[in-house]
C-alpha cells in the first residue's frame, strides 16, 4: 500500500538527518464541511479501535481530526525516515496526552510484533486491555497519558518500510533505529538529553516479541536509549528455535507463514530454512548462523554492551521463547551492574489457561513498565521500581524476591532404578492446542513416567528442573521429549516441552540436562510426574520410530526457601 507524500525529502540542517512528509491521500476528506467532521472522522476513529487492520488502512485515512481540538496541540504525524542505507522507514509519531506547541515531553519508541505494522491507535484500541493482559504490552493511550510522546514504525521488509527483513540484526534494524533516533532529536516537542546538536532524545523503548528483540540490539549498539523494557523477547533464536539442535518447527511455521500472508520482503534464506526445519527437524549450518546473528546473546554477545536500565518481562507459558530467553539476558546485565529487574507473567507465546481474562497481569505489567520509564526516563528519583524479582505462579498468586538470585531450599527429588521401555511411534506423544498448535500442550499419550512424592509443606518450585536417566535405543530419530504435569489438574507446566537430543545405535548412555524454567507452587499433599516421550507438536512432530530402554531416572526440582520470598496482593 503506498502513501502519497511531499514532492521532496526535509532535512534538518544542522544534523544532516532526512525524512519524507507522509499526506495520507484520503485526509482531505476529513476537512469536507459537515460530512468530513460528521461522518468521515467517526469511520476513520473506529478503524484506528481495531488492531492492525487500522494500522493497514492508515496510510490511506491518517488519524482521525476531531473538531474543536486545541489549535495549538501537538499534531500526530508520519514520515519516512531515511536510513543509513538509503531504505526508508515508514514512522508515527504521536505526542503525550494534551501537550501543546512550546511544550516538551520524553519519548518512547514501541515496536511491533513480527509480521506486524507500527500501531496508529492513537486514542487506544478495543482489544487494549486483552493484548496487555496477554502479550505483556502497554497501549499507546496509556503512554501518551503518562506524559510521553510514543513513536512507531514498520520494521524494515514490513508494509509500508522499504528494505529487506532481517530479524532485528544489529547491522540492520538496529541501525534503522539509530535513524528513527536522529530524526526524533530534531522534533521540537522532544525532550532532548543536553546539548541539541548531539541528537540526544529524552528516550525509552517498549514492545513485545519483535519489538522486545529490536530493542535489545539498539541499546547493545546505541547507548542513547535511556532505557528498555524487552518483553517476551530472546536472547538467542539458537535456543528459542533450535535447541538441542531440535527445529521448533511448530512456531517456526507460524513465524514465516504470518510473513508469506503479509507480504513480507524477507532475506531470502528465512522461509527455505523454515521448510527444510519442517521437513527434516533440522538446519543447515548456514541457517544456524543466520539465527545466531540475530540476537543479543552469543556468539554477538551484544548483551554484554547494553548499558540502559532494563527490565525483562517474560511470559511462564510462552513456548516460543521460554523463560530461559530473559534468564540469560538478566544473568548477563545483573553481572555487569546494569540496573535490572525481572518480571515473569502468565502470557507471551502461549495460552494462559490459569487465569485466563483475569485481567490482574495486565495492570501489574502495566504498572510495572510505567514505573521502569518514569524512574529511568523521566529520571525520576522518587518513583519505586520494586524488588528486583516478580513472577506469577500456575494459580495467578503473585510473588517477589529482593534478588533475582533466589535463596534455595530442599530440591524434590523423585528417582527410579526400574528398567522400561518406551516405544517410539512417529505422531504418538504431547499435543498443543488442538493437537497440533505449539501454544499449548497435554499429557502425553505415550510416555514414560516419573512422579515425584507428595509435597508435606507449601513449596515454591521456582526455575530449570533437571533430568538425568541411562538409555539404550535403536531406530530412526533423534529426540526425545519432556514435561511435567500438575497432577491436581492434569496441566503441563507452562505447557513448556524440552528436547533431548540421543542416539539410537544400540549404545548405552547417560544424559542430564536441564528442563525449560517454570514458577509453580505445590500445596501440601500435591505431586508432579515427569514424562519422557517421543514426539511433541512444537517441534518436529513426525517423532523418532523405534524402541528405547530407560533406567535410572532422576528429576531434580528446584525449590526457594520461603523465607526468602514474599507473596503479593495484586
Given at each position: ?21 507522509q ?8 476537512h469536507?464541511p ?6 468521515v ?7 484506528h ?11 490511506l ?11 495549538t ?10 536510513s ?8 508515527h509519531?504521536?505526542?503525550?496526552t494534551?501537550?501543546?506547541a512550546?511544550q516538551?515531553?520524553?519519548?518512547i ?8 505494522p507500527?500501531?496508529t ?10 493484548l ?6 502497554p ?5 501518551r ?6 513513536v512507531?514504525?514498520?520494521p ?17 534494524e ?5 535513524a ?5 532529536a530534531?522534533?521540537p ?19 513485545a ?6 530493542q ?8 542513547r ?8 523477547a530472546?536472547?538467542?533464536?539458537t535456543t ?28 531470502p ?39 540502559a536500565?532494563?527490565?525483562f ?6 513456548t516460543l521463547?521460554?523463560l ?14 546494569v ?5 515473569w ?24 513498565t ?6 529511568y526516563v ?10 528486583q524479582?516478580e513472577w506469577?505462579?500456575q494459580?495467578?498468586?503473585?510473588f ?9 531450599s ?11 521401555t ?6 504418538l506423544?504431547?499435543?498443543g ?14 510416555a514414560?513416567?516419573l512422579?515425584t512424592?507428595?509435597a ?18 535403536t531406530?530412526?530419530g ?36 536441564p ?8 500445596n ?6 515427569l ?14 520410530l ?7 531416572m532422576?528429576?531434580t526440582?528446584?525449590t526457594?526457601?520461603?523465607a ?7
Amino acid at each position: 500500500m503506498t502513501t502519497a507524500t511531499t514532492p521532496a525529502v526535509t532535512a534538518d540542517a544542522s544534523s544532516g538527518v532526512l525524512a519524507i512528509p507522509q499526506t495520507p491521500p484520503l485526509a482531505f476528506l476529513q476537512h469536507v464541511p459537515v460530512l468530513g467532521p460528521q461522518v468521515v472522522t467517526p469511520i476513520v476513529a473506529f478503524i484506528h479501535q481495531i488492531p492492525v487492520l487500522g494500522d493497514v488502512l492508515h496510510p490511506l485515512f491518517g488519524y482521525p481530526v476531531y473538531p474543536g481540538a486545541s489549535p495549538t496541540a501537538v499534531q500526530a504525524r508520519d514520515v519516512k525516515v531515511v536510513s543509513f542505507d538509503g531504505t526508508q522507514i515508514y514512522v508515527h509519531f504521536m505526542p503525550a496526552t494534551g501537550l501543546q506547541a512550546g511544550q516538551q515531553a520524553p519519548t518512547i519508541l514501541d515496536g511491533p510484533g513480527l509480521g506486524m505494522p507500527g500501531q496508529t491507535s492513537l486514542d487506544g484500541s478495543i482489544l487494549d486491555g486483552l493484548l496487555t493482559d496477554a502479550l505483556g504490552m502497554p497501549s499507546i493511550v496509556s503512554l501518551r497519558d503518562n506524559g510521553y510522546n510514543v513513536v512507531t514504525w514498520d520494521p524494515r521488509g514490513e508494509y509500508s518500510s522499504g528494505g529487506q527483513l532481517e530479524i532485528d540484526s544489529p547491522d540492520y534494524e538496529a541501525r534503522d533505529m539509530s535513524a528513527i533516533i536522529n530524526w526524533v532529536a530534531t522534533q521540537p516537542e522532544v525532550q532532548l538529553d543536553g546539548d541539541p546538536a548531539n541528537l540526544d532524545p529524552r528516550i525509552g523503548m517498549v514492545g513485545a516479541s519483535y519489538g522486545g528483540g529490536i530493542q535489545l540490539v539498539t541499546a547493545a549498539i546505541d547507548h542513547r536509549v535511556d532505557a528498555i523494557v524487552p518483553t517476551i523477547a530472546w536472547n538467542s533464536l539458537t535456543t528459542s528455535l533450535y535447541k538441542s539442535q531440535s527445529f521448533k518447527s511448530g512456531w517456526g511455521t507460524i513465524l514465516v507463514a504470518a510473513l508469506v500472508l503479509t507480504l513480507a520482503r524477507t532475506n531470502p534464506a528465512i522461509i527455505p530454512a523454515s521448510i527444510y526445519g519442517d521437513l527434516t527437524g533440522g538446519l543447515s549450518q548456514a541457517d544456524q548462523d543466520l539465527l545466531a546473528e540475530r540476537g543479543p546473546g552469543l556468539p554477538a554477545n551484544l548483551i554484554n554492551q547494553i548499558t540502559a536500565p532494563t527490565l525483562f518481562i517474560q511470559g511462564t507459558v510462552d513456548t516460543l521463547f521460554t523463560l530461559q530467553e530473559a534468564d540469560a539476558n538478566a544473568l548477563a546485565l545483573i553481572g555487569n551492574d546494569v540496573p535490572t529487574k525481572v518480571l515473569w507473567f502468565c502470557g507471551g507465546h502461549g495460552l494462559c489457561t490459569n487465569n485466563l481474562f483475569d485481567g490482574s497481569d495486565g495492570v501489574m505489567v502495566e504498572e510495572r513498565t510505567l514505573e521502569w520509564l518514569d524512574r529511568y526516563v523521566k529520571g525520576d528519583d522518587t518513583v519505586a521500581t520494586g524488588p528486583q524479582f516478580e513472577w506469577v505462579d500456575q494459580r495467578g498468586q503473585h510473588f517477589s524476591s529482593a534478588s533475582y538470585h533466589l535463596t534455595p531450599s530442599d530440591s524434590v527429588v523423585a528417582s527410579s532404578t526400574e528398567t522400561r521401555t518406551l516405544p517410539l511411534v512417529p505422531f504418538l506423544g504431547a499435543g498443543g492446542l488442538l493437537g497440533v498448535l505449539p501454544i499449548g500442550s497435554a499429557p502425553a499419550v505415550n510416555a514414560l513416567n516419573l512422579t515425584t512424592p507428595a509435597a508435606t509443606a507449601t513449596t515454591y518450585v521456582v526455575g530449570a528442573p533437571r533430568l538425568t536417566f541411562t538409555y539404550s535405543g535403536t531406530g530412526i530419530g533423534d529426540h526425545l521429549y519432556a514435561q511435567l504435569v500438575d497432577d491436581s489438574t492434569g496441566q503441563v507446566l507452562g505447557n513448556q516441552v524440552t528436547p533431548i537430543l540421543v542416539t539410537l545405535d544400540g549404545t548405552e548412555r547417560t544424559v542430564s540436562v536441564p528442563l525449560e524454567m517454570v514458577a509453580q507452587t505445590l500445596n501440601p499433599g500435591q505431586k508432579v510426574t515427569l514424562q519422557l516421550f517421543g514426539s511433541s507438536a512444537a517441534y518436529r512432530a513426525v517423532g523418532a520410530l523405534g524402541a528405547l530402554t530407560v533406567s535410572n531416572m532422576q528429576l531434580t526440582l528446584p525449590t526457594v526457601d520461603p523465607a526468602s520470598i514474599t507473596a503479593e496482593v495484586v
